[in-house]
């Protein structure tokens, strides 16, 4: 004898795997969509972030000077444009406690020579001196210490950051 309850427990069968069948299409859907959206967001995230992050310094270098007398240039390095800072600490003279440094870029013929930074904190213990030059564009960079000078004191550095 077929009752009521019967019916409804076929009804629910019926009924449940065409239900489920519908959520899931629906939530393969819906899933699909959502990880096309995430993945569109995640690729906008890391391009926006690969351009914000672009380093102000791309590259440096360190180093030390020992008994560099006036005249002398650094190792050369190669600089696709952007500012240049150089950095001295731990300077030592038999002389005055003054140090300067002059940034030039490498040419055929004479070699450019943009200004001259005078550095005297990295005579104090602990201290550092920093110059800055503005772009220059890019090509080939060395600095040179105490560029025409006469005086002719040997001069050591303890440490010497490039940053281009």
């Not at 069948?21 to 995640?42: H, L, P, Q, Y």
């Not at 590259?59 to 190669?78: G, P, V």
């Amino acid at each position: 004898m077929w009752t009521w309850r019967d019916s409804l427990v076929f009804d629910l069968a019926v009924n449940r795997n065409s239900f489920y069948g519908e959520v899931n299409v629906m939530a393969t859907s819906t899933m699909a969509r959502a990880g096309k959206r995430a993945t569109i967001v995640g690729m906008a995230a890391v391009a926006a972030v690969g351009i914000l992050s672009i380093p102000a310094q791309a590259s440096s270098w360190t180093s030390h000077i020992s008994n560099a007398y006036n005249d002398f240039e650094s190792r050369r390095w190669t600089d696709n444009g952007g500012s240049t800072t150089i950095k001295f600490s731990g300077c030592k003279s038999d002389g005055t406690q003054a140090v300067t440094v002059t940034l030039r870029k490498d040419v055929l013929g004479p070699d450019s020579k943009y200004s001259t930074q005078t550095y005297t904190n990295c005579f104090k213990s602990g201290g550092t001196s920093t110059g800055k030059w503005d772009d220059h564009g890019s090509g080939n960079y060395y600095f040179v210490v105490n560029y025409g000078s006469n005086l002719y004191n040997p001069t050591s550095v303890g440490w010497v950051g490039v940053y281009y």
